[in-house]
């Protein structure tokens, strides 16, 4: 083979440009310790870290979804926890009271640690807000549980599920003496105040819209049935607590109080069946109140602007955050779900019948009072007023014995309503136990991808240098 002096220049100049590029190669990754610098040096890493990237990328943003559900949670289960203690407490608190004599002060001491107790648990927790966003608002997280103003210029229609369990047997004091300078003993003895039983329900609300309030519900047969009540004032009663006694097939509807009261037919029709609901209207409301669209399905019409709109009930409106590769969470719990209504209805219903006993008490010491102002030579003034002082006596007895069955009652409405904050906490638990184990196995997988990441795109740093400092031997010894 006929060797040239131009192939012998070629190659060497070849050669020389294979050195230089090896040790260009070998500087450039001892310098950024990196082994490639452009996807053409090694196609297969190239490959392997977009993968390794777009995955850590995914799994750090995954984390970061995370760290944002972990405080909404956190915020969750401290309002709850907050919420479930105070119901405990408010629970103990009913008992002790139930189980005492109350006098007209302790009376007034109940009443104001009860509302104290409502106001922590709607005003401070469940109208809790995280980074300006309610937390149990569901959807609406810029929209507050409670209202913040009085408000009159919206009127809500609410429908109202009712459990049929929760109709119940109310006893309460029927009729009682009243004073009339023209009434003899005889008669205040036959106004005898009378222990008497019904069926009630409360709705969420009082001083409701004198309008019609309309019960519906499913019978036996599956009909549907649809009653309208006969609104009763407490302003026209003519005998103490007619309006808590309606005829056998008869509705009545207090506004003033929230009162539902079913006759003994119409309850025995509706134990039967199923899916009872009452619908009525409500336009005033004051600061403090729950929003009706927070909890029932409800239609509103703006009074000033004629705007109206309609609310579905918010039983699932799940805020979810994507926690893992097609997966998601939801982090947020409503408070239909888990604050019940009934705690505060419980405290009114309470506040009724600390106020019939005032009242009571307030007529037996104006009768005390014309006793004593009475001429006791006036043998019969006297035998009347007496007569009707023991009637009032006893119908305070009667009344003391309602609030005591009331306080009963409370205890139980608290011991519901912790069961279902209980179940919202085990849910809201189950469902932080998934994000705390979620994020263990993330932060885990993102460790592997970046040790795997680092394997694929990294260089050696002594194995660098080694084959760095070679090339340059080998391109100074074709210089020379």
């Known amino acids: 083979m006929r060797v040239t002096n131009s192939m012998m220049r070629n190659?060497?100049?070849?050669?020389?440009?294979?050195?230089?590029?090896?040790?260009?190669?070998?500087?450039?990754?001892?310098?950024?310790?990196?082994?490639?610098?452009?996807?053409?040096?090694?196609?297969?890493?190239?490959?392997?870290?977009?993968?390794?990237?777009?995955?850590?990328?995914?799994?750090?943003?995954?984390?970061?979804?995370?760290?944002?559900?972990?405080?909404?949670?956190?915020?969750?289960?401290k309002s709850l926890s907050d919420i479930s203690d105070v119901v405990g407490n408010m629970q103990e608190y009913c008992t002790q009271a139930a189980n005492g004599t109350n006098s007209s002060d302790n009376r007034k001491d109940i009443l104001a640690q009860l509302k104290e107790y409502s106001a922590f648990i709607y005003e401070q927790d469940a109208n809790a807000d995280y980074n300006g966003?309610?937390?149990?608002?569901?959807y609406r997280t810029d929209v507050p549980l409670l209202f913040d103003a009085v408000s009159t210029n919206t009127t809500y229609t609410i429908t109202e599920d009712i459990d049929i369990n929760k109709i119940d047997k109310y006893q309460y004091v029927y009729g009682g003496a009243v004073y009339d300078e023209n009434k003899t003993a005889s008669d205040y003895a036959n106004e005898a105040a009378q222990f008497k039983t019904t069926h009630r329900v409360m709705v969420s609300y009082t001083n409701c819209d004198e309008a019609d309030l309309?019960?519906?519900?499913?019978?036996?047969?599956?009909?549907?049935?649809?009653?309208?009540?006969?609104r009763k004032s407490i302003g026209d009663n003519t005998i103490n607590n007619e309006h808590l006694n309606p005829g056998e097939d008869e509705v009545y509807f207090i506004p003033e109080t929230g009162e539902v009261v079913f006759g003994d037919n119409i309850y025995d029709s509706i134990r039967g069946g199923s899916n009872l609901s009452v619908t009525y209207d409500k336009s005033e409301f004051q600061e403090g109140d729950i929003r009706p669209e927070h909890y029932f399905n409800c239609k509103t019409v703006d009074q000033v602007t004629g705007v109206t709109a309609t609310y579905a009930k918010p039983a699932s409106q799940n805020m979810n955050y994507q926690i893992y590769f097609s997966q998601t969470l939801s982090v947020n719990t409503m408070a239909c779900n888990a604050v019940d209504t009934s705690i505060a209805r419980m405290i009114d219903d309470v506040t009724n019948v600390c106020n019939d006993i005032d009242t009571l008490e307030a007529q037996i010491k104006s009768v005390e009072k014309r006793i004593e102002d009475c001429d006791e030579n006036d043998t019969t003034t006297l035998a009347n007023l007496n007569e009707l002082k023991n009637q009032l006596d006893t119908q305070l007895s009667l009344q003391k014995t309602v609030l005591t069955k009331t306080l009963g009652a409370a205890v139980t409405t608290c011991q519901k309503a912790q069961d279902k904050i209980g179940v919202a906490i085990a849910d809201h638990g189950s469902r932080y136990s998934r994000l705390t184990i979620t994020q263990a196995k993330l932060k885990q997988q993102k460790t592997d991808t970046e040790e795997a990441k680092s394997d694929n795109e990294d260089a050696d740093l002594g194995e660098a240098y080694i084959n760095f400092s070679e090339a340059d031997l080998l391109y100074q010894a074709t210089l020379n």
């Open 11 to 77: 190659n060497s100049l070849l050669n020389m440009q294979k050195n230089k590029n090896a040790y260009n190669k070998y500087l450039m990754q001892y310098n950024t310790q990196s082994k490639i610098q452009r996807p053409s040096d090694d196609p297969t890493i190239a490959v392997r870290a977009l993968k390794y990237r777009t995955t850590l990328a995914e799994v750090t943003q995954y984390l970061k979804n995370i760290d944002d559900a972990t405080s909404w949670m956190d915020a969750t289960e």
């Open 214 to 230: 309309t019960v519906q519900y499913t019978d036996k047969d599956g009909n549907v049935q649809n009653i309208t009540a006969i």
């Open 133 to 138: 966003r309610y937390l149990f608002t569901g």
